[in-house]
């Protein structure tokens, strides 16, 4: 059996839910009763974004690379970034490192191929709003990209950092999220809405029926990696 490795700790919410959702996806398709190998490296959410904040990107990914190798030396087959924000150094890192990674940015975007999308809204960190790493590749397979208008990517990010990485789910937080779809849909004429932040699912999962399809990258990525240890 083949063994994950995961960076987690970028945020620890979400590397919760990677261990949770690796796990039932697994039982669901391999019924022997068995249970994944499963490596998880915490590392400092802290240090990651100030780097990353202080446009230091060569310094975040030999950051990475270095916790990356760890993992292989733990005995990973392969490994994921159970974050979005940290694929802004992707391409560097997997060129370095010791195993293969699975994007979280690709397989989302050969979600979108698949459901036959064209146009994608895209949340998350003010970093992933604003970087070129989602757009590059799905530039690639002629998909377009909006996002948020500069005020609302600043309450976005500021939601995400202050309470959805702290594990606080506001209603209300959740209403303010549903408005800036409501706008991108009407004016932007967006027909999907990536959830381009591993916190994001756990408020907007049970937003209801909004028209388009929200795109879990959680998800997406656990299955990609399922698929790989099965």
């Not at 590392?43 to 990353?52: E, G």
């Not at 560097?92 to 050969?110: H, K």
């Not at 800036?180 to 937003?207: C, H, M, N, W, Y």
């Amino acid at each position: 059996m083949k063994t994950v490795g995961i960076i987690g700790g970028i945020g620890p919410e979400s590397t919760v839910e990677y261990y949770r959702c690796i796990i039932s996806s697994y039982r669901e398709q391999k019924q022997d009763g068995g249970y994944p190998r499963i490596i998880i490296n915490s590392i400092d959410m802290k240090k990651m974004l100030d780097l990353i904040g202080d446009s230091h990107l060569p310094e975040a990914a030999a950051y990475l690379l270095e916790e990356v190798r760890k993992l292989a030396l733990a005995g990973a087959d392969f490994g994921l970034l159970a974050s979005n924000t940290p694929h802004i150094v992707f391409d560097d890192l997997r060129l370095r490192s010791p195993i293969p990674l699975i994007s979280i940015v690709e397989v989302t975007c050969q979600a979108c191929k698949k459901l036959g999308l064209k146009r994608a809204g895209l949340f998350g960190t003010r970093f992933t709003m604003q970087g070129r790493f989602y757009a590059d590749v799905f530039d690639r397979e002629g998909i377009a990209l909006a996002v948020p208008a500069p005020e609302e990517q600043a309450y976005i990010h500021q939601k995400y950092m202050g309470e959805l990485v702290q594990g606080v789910i506001l209603p209300e937080t959740r209403e303010g999220l549903l408005a800036i779809v409501a706008r991108l849909k009407r004016q932007e004429g967006i027909d999907s809405l990536i959830l381009g932040g591993t916190e994001l699912p756990l408020i907007l999962r049970d937003a209801g029926d909004q028209g388009i399809p929200f795109l879990d990258t959680t998800r997406l990525h656990v299955e990609a990696a399922v698929e790989q240890l099965i």
